[in-house]
């Protein structure tokens, strides 16, 4: 099957390994066995070691030469701080997925094609100057016949097509990598090539764009302030959105405009608020929250586009983050933790006191510092940084959330310095401390457990006769995983090791004792025989023997 892959996707290939070799991973190639891919002039120059820029950049340009699906794989993995280094994470940050705009003849005719009518048909106008083209689209301002200023978001031809054979060929690769690195069978990166499938095609099916800005739409329909835009689902499809258009400005605007329209302080104090209530409240929030994606408007509103990645987080996912906050802000280790205990997924085997002792400096970097000045997003990252040590696996929710966090934080800093994002998170995340204690609440959760309790007991008979069929057939297969399972055979191996020489011992002591009974009774038919000497010759040799195959294995 695989090799069927490879001869439909070739090129493609051909043109990975070529990036891999320009880009300074050319021995990762070499070792996957792809290095016959390239032709011979590009083997002259393939680049082995990668010693000419760092890691990161070379990482961020080899992302960007293969087009889409390695930008977002880029972008996905730039919020994995619990699984690589921050200095990479920050690099790949920087990818640009700004590209040359497709000729508006074409996008016109996909509008076409997808909404059953020509544009002077649909709108009033229609401009032919993109307002701005990305890997997987690109956005045009137009006027409905109807005289509502709209943005249409138009999926670029064939992008699907590529994205598929580029998630095909990615599967493939992350095989061959897992099988020559360790590293990658533990991080598990065809785990990650199914999340950048997963995420990628949410991102190019508008119509699930147009759902989630709904959804967060009704988040704020009673304030005023916040600002959502509509969604025309009669001019949408999945490769067509159309939303209202925004007239605000953009975050570098607002250093050149009067204070009277925009207050700075007000604008980071309603953007922290409306954020929070997303995550803790709602629990659906923008993914993506950079300053691109947030406009501007007078008496200090704001508005939020671009929907097409949102995180989500369960009630327990939310308590989870609200034990983060509530931990950072105690300085409390033991629920820093807990709480980590309960967000990760991660092997059983961890050295929960060496967490702690780590936690415990993570705790008193920030000891001195006034809450007003703790940077929660930095914060959330150092505790990442230390789950990666322990290799400490954090879902991806909760890595989105917290680059979010980061870019939010960021923007508000700009806006108000003083402003603590922290602070501001306190009685959010004391409400949902206090919702977690709510005996309502309690009882809820209680019932819920019984009645899985419930549901596992009456499925037990059926589990245990299809347990007992598949032993009488034969095929019932037992697997043990004992933690530390090398150090326990070590052990028995030492205990096995030095029972064998006590037994050689004993027996050597034996022989000892028979030597002096035979010498006492020297005019007796044994002493005639020297079945005694020969006895102790072979016992002392297979004695030392013994010794000398135990010290060897240095297991004594």
Same mark, same amino acid.
């Given at each position: 099957?695989?090799?069927?892959?490879?001869?439909?996707?070739?090129?493609?290939?051909?043109?990975?390994?070529?990036?891999?070799?320009k880009?300074?991973?050319?021995y990762?190639?070499?070792?996957?066995?792809?290095? &016959?891919l390239? %032709?011979?002039?590009?083997?002259?120059?393939?680049?082995?070691?990668g010693?000419?820029?760092p890691?990161?950049?070379?990482?961020? =340009?080899?992302?960007?030469?293969?087009?889409?699906?390695?930008i977002?794989?880029g972008?996905l993995?730039?919020?994995?701080? $619990?699984?690589?280094p921050?200095?990479?994470?920050?690099e790949?940050e920087?990818?640009?997925?700004?590209?040359?705009?497709?000729? %508006?003849?074409?996008?016109k005719?996909?509008?076409?094609q997808?909404?059953?009518?020509?544009?002077?048909? =649909?709108?009033?106008h229609?401009?032919?100057?993109?307002?701005?083209a990305?890997?997987?689209?690109?956005v045009?301002?137009?006027?409905l *016949?109807?005289?509502?200023?709209?943005?249409? *978001?138009?999926?670029?031809?064939?992008?699907?097509?590529q994205?598929?054979h580029?998630?095909?060929?990615?599967?493939?690769l992350? &095989?061959?990598?897992e099988q &020559?690195?360790?590293?990658a069978? &533990?991080y598990?990166?065809?785990?990650?090539?199914d999340?950048?499938?997963?995420a990628?095609?949410?991102e190019?099916?508008?119509?699930?764009?147009?759902?989630?800005t709904? +959804?967060?739409?009704k988040?704020?329909?009673?304030?005023?302030?916040i600002?959502i835009?509509?969604?025309?689902?009669?001019? %949408?499809?999945?490769?067509?959105?159309?939303?209202a258009?925004?007239?605000?400005?953009?975050?570098s605007?607002l250093?050149?405009l009067?204070?009277?329209?925009?207050?700075?302080?007000?604008?980071?104090?309603?953007?922290?608020?409306s954020?929070?209530?997303?995550?803790?409240i709602?629990?659906?929030y923008?993914?993506?929250?950079?300053?691109g994606n947030i406009?501007?408007?007078?008496e200090?509103?704001?508005?939020?586009? $671009?929907?097409?990645?949102?995180?989500?987080?369960?009630?327990?996912?939310?308590?989870?983050?609200?034990?983060?906050?509530i931990?950072?802000?105690?300085?409390?280790?033991?629920?820093?933790v807990?709480t980590?205990?309960?967000?990760?997924?991660?092997s059983?085997?961890?050295?929960?006191n060496?967490?702690?002792?780590?936690?415990?400096?993570?705790? $008193?970097?920030?000891?001195?510092i006034?809450?007003s000045?703790?940077?929660? /997003?930095?914060a959330?990252?150092?505790?990442f940084?230390?789950?990666?040590?322990?290799?400490?696996?954090i879902?991806?929710?909760?890595?989105?959330? /917290?680059?979010?966090?980061?870019t939010?934080?960021?923007?508000?800093?700009?806006?108000?310095?003083?402003?603590s994002?922290?602070?501001?998170?306190?009685?959010? /995340? +004391?409400k949902m401390?206090?919702?977690?204690?709510?005996?309502?609440n309690?009882?809820? +959760?209680?019932?819920?457990?019984v009645?899985?309790?419930?549901?596992?007991?009456?499925?037990?008979?059926?589990?245990l006769?299809?347990?007992?069929?598949?032993?009488?057939?034969? +095929?019932a297969?037992?697997?043990?995983n004992?933690p530390?399972?090398?150090?326990?055979?070590?052990?028995?191996?030492r205990?096995?090791?030095?029972?064998?020489?006590?037994?050689t011992?004993?027996?050597?002591?034996?022989?000892?004792?028979?030597?002096?009974?035979?010498?006492?009774f020297?005019n007796?038919?044994?002493?005639?025989?020297?079945?005694?000497?020969?006895?102790?010759v072979?016992?002392?040799?297979?004695?030392?023997?013994l010794?000398?195959?135990?010290?060897?294995?240095?297991?004594?």
């Amino acid at each position: 099957m695989m090799i069927m892959k490879k001869i439909r996707h070739m090129h493609r290939y051909r043109e990975i390994a070529t990036a891999l070799a320009k880009f300074g991973f050319g021995y990762i190639i070499k070792e996957v066995g792809l290095f &016959h891919l390239l %032709s011979l002039p590009k083997i002259m120059t393939a680049d082995l070691n990668g010693n000419a820029k760092p890691l990161g950049k070379r990482l961020r =340009l080899l992302m960007e030469d293969l087009g889409p699906t390695f930008i977002k794989l880029g972008q996905l993995l730039s919020i994995r701080r $619990d699984l690589i280094p921050g200095q990479l994470t920050e690099e790949l940050e920087k990818l640009q997925d700004d590209v040359r705009p497709i000729n %508006s003849t074409v996008i016109k005719h996909i509008i076409e094609q997808e909404l059953g009518a020509s544009c002077d048909d =649909l709108f009033d106008h229609f401009d032919e100057q993109c307002l701005a083209a990305a890997s997987i689209g690109q956005v045009h301002r137009a006027v409905l *016949k109807t005289g509502e200023d709209v943005v249409v *978001k138009v999926r670029r031809p064939k992008i699907e097509i590529q994205v598929e054979h580029d998630i095909e060929i990615l599967r493939d690769l992350a &095989h061959l990598i897992e099988q &020559h690195y360790n590293w990658a069978k &533990h991080y598990q990166i065809r785990d990650i090539v199914d999340e950048l499938a997963t995420a990628i095609r949410s991102e190019m099916d508008y119509s699930r764009e147009g759902r989630n800005t709904e +959804k967060i739409k009704k988040q704020f329909e009673n304030n005023d302030k916040i600002i959502i835009p509509s969604v025309y689902w009669e001019y %949408s499809t999945k490769k067509v959105l159309t939303t209202a258009y925004i007239d605000g400005k953009k975050f570098s605007e607002l250093a050149a405009l009067p204070h009277d329209n925009f207050d700075k302080k007000v604008l980071a104090d309603r953007l922290v608020h409306s954020f929070l209530n997303q995550v803790l409240i709602n629990g659906f929030y923008h993914g993506d929250p950079h300053p691109g994606n947030i406009f501007f408007l007078p008496e200090n509103k704001i508005a939020y586009i $671009d929907f097409g990645q949102v995180g989500m987080l369960t009630n327990n996912m939310k308590q989870n983050f609200a034990g983060l906050v509530i931990g950072l802000m105690r300085k409390n280790t033991d629920l820093l933790v807990q709480t980590v205990r309960q967000m990760a997924v991660s092997s059983d085997d961890i050295d929960e006191n060496k967490l702690k002792r780590d936690l415990d400096e993570l705790r $008193d970097r920030y000891a001195n510092i006034p809450l007003s000045e703790i940077n929660i /997003g930095n914060a959330i990252a150092d505790l990442f940084n230390v789950t990666q040590r322990y290799r400490i696996t954090i879902p991806k929710d909760y890595t989105l959330l /917290g680059k979010a966090l980061m870019t939010i934080e960021s923007i508000i800093t700009d806006l108000d310095s003083d402003l603590s994002m922290i602070q501001l998170a306190q009685p959010y /995340g +004391k409400k949902m401390v206090l919702e977690r204690l709510n005996p309502k609440n309690a009882l809820t +959760k209680l019932w819920q457990e019984v009645t899985g309790i419930t549901e596992v007991i009456f499925e037990l008979p059926h589990q245990l006769k299809s347990t007992l069929t598949n032993v009488n057939k034969g +095929k019932a297969k037992f697997e043990m995983n004992i933690p530390q399972i090398d150090k326990l055979l070590l052990k028995l191996d030492r205990v096995g090791n030095r029972l064998s020489f006590s037994i050689t011992l004993l027996a050597f002591s034996i022989v000892i004792v028979g030597l002096i009974i035979g010498a006492t009774f020297g005019n007796s038919f044994l002493a005639q025989i020297p079945a005694i000497e020969i006895g102790f010759v072979i016992a002392f040799l297979m004695f030392l023997l013994l010794i000398y195959s135990i010290i060897r294995s240095g297991r004594f």
